[in-house]
């Protein structure tokens, strides 16, 4: 894996300290702690003892420098900008703590530090082939694990029981582990959107909403499905067809081109009218190797979706005292529309 002449290319002649280990892995493969020095003509990782032969491993393009207590990362970042007379370094001013700045700024001298301002995360927004595999991977295995585990979720279990059930199917799946902690919500618990899974018994009649992912290569899955649990009242069938409606309507006019904020105002108008306020989050973001990616759909996003950009559609009603629901794919964007790899059904399951 290098993608570091991408890097270089939009940032042509520049000298580059990477730490944000999302940007690491995308850049160069290595999987570890530590950081990668990115010139015109070398990639550097600097790491410690513990890394030192998964890094020569992963990332063979890569030279390896060692810290050690006496050579810490700054002094082998300031030997590095002296062997290449470097004099404006830069760094994710948005990663890293105000005081691994200043520290840093102390040891190099005479070096000017500029904010990288997300330059990796915007190559990021373009997924290639190879990642998009890995999405749709993670993706499969997610639909399967909730697939696998229908039949033996009731009434009577705690909202942990379920979340480890299916937390305990996508690891057996071959996921790396989860893109996030899994939501399990149930009944009242389903108005907070990013519910705790907590010892509530689920009750017959309630609606119990799994927001969940795996991750195949570092690549995150994110998926929501809302299920019924028996026969629900009127008010809560009604408010799930809506929620599909509102997301029936956003998917059917994604695509590249589209701007974000005029998908999220699809569903968000039609949610509004019956539930005013109820949507209180975006209808969607990016996904990578990161969960919560760029571009967002977002009210009032004036972004354009690109071809290789990967997006969620989940729009959700909450409503404290009766409950809520959230149903959630996740889309690649194509030349001519988008791929849904949540294959998992929509149709409302009574179990
Ligand atoms: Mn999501």
């Given at each position: 894996m290098n993608r570091c002449d991408a890097l270089r290319k939009a940032l042509p002649d520049a000298y580059i300290v990477v730490h944000r280990p999302e940007n690491i892995r995308w850049l160069t493969g290595y999987t570890g702690e530590g950081c990668v020095f990115v010139s015109p003509k070398?990639?550097?990782?600097?790491?410690?003892?513990?890394?030192?032969?998964?890094?020569?491993?992963?990332?063979?393009?890569?030279?390896?420098?060692?810290?050690?207590?006496?050579?810490?990362?700054?002094?082998?970042?300031?030997?590095?900008?002296?062997?290449?007379?470097?004099?404006?370094?830069?760094?994710?001013?948005?990663?890293?703590?105000?005081?691994?700045?200043?520290g840093l700024s102390k040891v190099l001298q005479g070096v000017s530090l500029l904010p990288l301002n997300q330059a990796p995360q915007t190559l990021r927004l373009i997924k290639d082939s190879s990642e998009v595999e890995s999405m749709k991977k993670a993706a499969a295995i997610s639909c399967q694990a909730l697939s696998n585990i229908l039949d033996r979720i009731r009434p009577g279990l705690t909202e942990k029981q379920v979340q480890i059930m299916l937390d305990y199917e996508m690891l057996s799946l071959g996921s790396e582990g989860n893109a996030f902690d899994t939501i399990a919500a149930s009944g009242p618990n389903g108005s907070l959107p990013?519910?705790?899974?907590?010892?509530?018994?689920?009750?017959?009649?309630?609606?119990?909403?799994?927001?969940?992912?795996?991750?195949?290569?570092?690549?995150?899955?994110?998926?929501?499905?809302?299920?019924?649990i028996g026969k629900v009242s009127d008010d809560l069938s009604t408010l799930y067809h809506r929620v599909l409606k509102a997301q029936t309507m956003a998917l059917d006019a994604l695509g590249p081109g589209k701007v974000c904020g005029d998908i999220d105002k699809i569903a968000r108008d039609y949610l509004d009218g019956y539930y005013p306020g109820a949507f209180g989050h975006s209808l969607g973001h990016g996904v990578g190797l990161f969960i919560h990616e760029q571009p967002r759909l977002a009210?009032?996003?004036?972004?354009?979706?690109?071809?290789?950009?990967?997006?969620?559609?989940?729009?959700?009603?909450?409503?404290?005292?009766?409950?809520?629901?959230?149903?959630?794919?996740?889309?690649?964007?194509?030349?001519?529309?988008?791929?849904?790899?949540?294959?998992?059904?929509?149709?409302?399951?009574?179990?």
């Amino acid at each position: 894996m290098n993608r570091c002449d991408a890097l270089r290319k939009a940032l042509p002649d520049a000298y580059i300290v990477v730490h944000r280990p999302e940007n690491i892995r995308w850049l160069t493969g290595y999987t570890g702690e530590g950081c990668v020095f990115v010139s015109p003509k070398r990639q550097v990782i600097i790491t410690d003892f513990r890394y030192i032969e998964a890094a020569s491993r992963q990332s063979p393009q890569c030279e390896i420098e060692r810290t050690q207590a006496e050579r810490t990362e700054a002094n082998v970042l300031k030997a590095l900008c002296d062997s290449e007379r470097v004099e404006k370094l830069y760094v994710e001013t948005d990663y890293l703590t105000f005081d691994a700045v200043t520290g840093l700024s102390k040891v190099l001298q005479g070096v000017s530090l500029l904010p990288l301002n997300q330059a990796p995360q915007t190559l990021r927004l373009i997924k290639d082939s190879s990642e998009v595999e890995s999405m749709k991977k993670a993706a499969a295995i997610s639909c399967q694990a909730l697939s696998n585990i229908l039949d033996r979720i009731r009434p009577g279990l705690t909202e942990k029981q379920v979340q480890i059930m299916l937390d305990y199917e996508m690891l057996s799946l071959g996921s790396e582990g989860n893109a996030f902690d899994t939501i399990a919500a149930s009944g009242p618990n389903g108005s907070l959107p990013h519910a705790v899974p907590s010892d509530y018994v689920i009750q017959k009649g309630e609606l119990l909403t799994l927001d969940f992912g795996a991750t195949v290569d570092g690549y995150c899955a994110d998926m929501t499905r809302t299920l019924a649990i028996g026969k629900v009242s009127d008010d809560l069938s009604t408010l799930y067809h809506r929620v599909l409606k509102a997301q029936t309507m956003a998917l059917d006019a994604l695509g590249p081109g589209k701007v974000c904020g005029d998908i999220d105002k699809i569903a968000r108008d039609y949610l509004d009218g019956y539930y005013p306020g109820a949507f209180g989050h975006s209808l969607g973001h990016g996904v990578g190797l990161f969960i919560h990616e760029q571009p967002r759909l977002a009210k009032g996003s004036a972004t354009v979706l690109q071809p290789g950009n990967v997006v969620t559609v989940e729009p959700g009603v909450y409503i404290p005292g009766l409950g809520g629901c959230r149903i959630e794919d996740m889309t690649i964007i194509t030349e001519d529309g988008y791929i849904d790899p949540v294959t998992f059904p929509k149709e409302l399951i009574e179990l």
